[in-house]
């Protein structure tokens, strides 16, 4: 069985750091892209950052120049390094991973999935 967990987040002051990480594990034959996504109070879920199959990375342009996503392909693990955190960063943070799995009892025949992970808070106020 697929699983996406998530860690790192909690209560920072404003201008400071933290960083996500999101495990995926299970039998998973190709990771197509992961990435980034958060949902403030009364807002809607919106992308802050995705890494794609090619390598290129995409991020929302509230946070350019501050966050950095990055994965461990041998770990399934990403990561979102946030830097010069402000209030408005408060909020809940998902992470998404768009994966491929071989069907069981196939030869070659394969499956694209999604999965979300269960959220992490993260909290910017002094």
């Not at 958060?38 to 290129?56: F, H, I, M, N």
């Not at 392909?73 to 991973?97: H, I």
Request: with cysteine.
């Amino acid at each position: 069985q697929v699983q996406l967990v998530e860690s790192g987040g909690g209560l920072v002051q404003p201008g400071g750091s933290l960083r996500l990480s999101c495990t995926l594990s299970g039998g998973i034959f190709r990771i197509n892209a992961m990435g980034w996504y958060r949902q403030a109070p009364g807002k809607q879920r919106e992308l802050v950052a995705a890494d794609t199959a090619g390598g290129s990375t995409h991020y929302a342009d509230s946070v350019k120049g501050r966050f950095t996503i990055s994965r461990d392909n041998a770990k399934k693990t990403l990561y979102l390094q946030m830097n010069s955190l402000k209030p408005e960063d408060t909020a809940v943070y998902y992470c998404n991973a768009a994966f491929r799995v071989l069907i069981p009892g196939t030869e070659g025949k394969y499956s694209d999935l999604e999965i979300w992970g269960q959220g992490t808070p993260v909290t910017v106020s002094s």
